[in-house]
């Protein structure tokens, strides 16, 4: 039986060789990529794409990562080509959130991820002396008002993001653990610091260890949430 897309409007005398309708099958349906010069979509909007990570800079670090009257910050910024805002703080003697940024990159890490890398690094070199009579702090120990372990690293990632980094069975996580060396936790939601306030939905990364171990777990992880 004819479908209703191949019957003509006016029915023509028989014998009347009717002219063949070039229909593309419903499975074959042209795809956009086939206007564009066999360049897939996929890969237009990974160019096009904003590669975001938003870590949390502890109150007395604050000062050290943006440098006098914000150069270290902007050489930051100069190096790697990423965008890079610090948020408000949202009370007295809080952390900050800095939130950096750029374009998806095809080719290796993105500027957005080395500059992580840059901010992380002064995060965690001590070279301005820490506390005092100790010696420095053992990693583990309980350092400042907001309680954060010496030698980590915080990142506040979106809930949708945390199920895949922590993956089936907590699997991905693990994985993280084992190839670093770092330990890795993703908070629970009621331990969201204050400058995370107005993003309820968020969770954060932690990430803590020997300063190199941290710094890789901190590419891979990099790495994974731009996937």
Known sequence: MAQPWELPLNPSPPGTELPKLNVLPM??????????????SAAKRQARADVIFRIVVPSGKIGKVIGKQGHRI??????TKATIKIADAVARHEERVIIISSKE?????TDAENALQRIAELILNEDDGGGGGGGGVEIGKLVNAGHV??????LLIAGSQAGSLI???GQNIVKLRNSSGAMITVLAPNQ???CASAYESDRVVQI????????????????????
């Open 192 to 194: 969201l610091p204050l």
């Open 105 to 109: 990159s095809e080719n290796g890490a």
């Open 208 to 227: 803590s260890g020997d300063v190199p171990v941290v710094l890789k777990a901190l590419e891979e992880i990099g790495c994974q949430l731009r996937f």
């Open 27 to 40: 499975t074959a349906k042209r795809r956009r990529d086939d206007f564009e010069g066999g360049e897939t």
């Open 167 to 169: 993956g089936m069975s």
């Open 149 to 154: 372990a010496a030698n980590t690293i915080r």
């Open 74 to 79: 902007q050489k930051i910024r100069e190096d």
